[in-house]
């Protein structure tokens, strides 16, 4: 009974979020690309020209936004066909997702040799394999046990960042999504050995009771030279 009114009480909730009207009526699958959406604006993430890798991208709201985007400053350039991104977006998932145009799409696994080459055919040539923006909306299946989901997310945050490693350009941007909770302060330790600059983001598009936290990188550091 209490988990039927608990489902009911969500279902209600959600049927009456203004994001999920908003993306219902701006045709997004998710509520999630406005949380991008803010992020975005208060970073300036994304810019003309740039590579995007979205990994784990259904149902893909996290790609229609950059795609939407791309296509608003491709309007600054004459060189751009009207209608059309001013950039490459890449997207790869285990799960289907529905086409999304000028969004290249891989079901697979980057995890895998063979998801990953998929997704590294689809860089352009010009990018020597180096991304600009690696985008994560990675999530798992909660169990409930904290010890146990801090555990699957930070094996998420990890792979998100072993990818970004060695596909971001130098001034590249890695977003993950991740929880504040147990083994938070760990992966933000993580990034900071990463990255020169590492911010935290909640969007007010993130339900206030949800613990869900937004991580962003910025500009790699150097690799470390060993001494000689």
Sequence with gaps: MAKNKFNKSWLQDHLMDPYVKMAQKEGYRARAAYKLSEIDEQDHLIKAGMVVVDLGSAPGSWSQYVRNRLTELGKNNPKIESGKPDGVIVAIDMLPMEAIADVSFIEGDFREEEGLRALESLLPASCNGKVDLVLSDMAPNLSGVGIADAARMATLAELAL????????????????????????????????????????????????????????RHLKPPKTAPK
């Design 162 to 217: 072993d990818f970004a490693k060695d596909h971001l350009q130098p001034d590249g941007a890695l977003l993950i999504k991740c929880f504040h909770g147990s083994g938070y302060s760990q992966i933000v330790e993580t990034f900071k050995k990463v990255f020169k600059t590492v911010s935290a983001r909640k969007p007010k598009a993130s339900r206030d009771r949800s613990s869900e936290t937004f991580l962003l990188g």
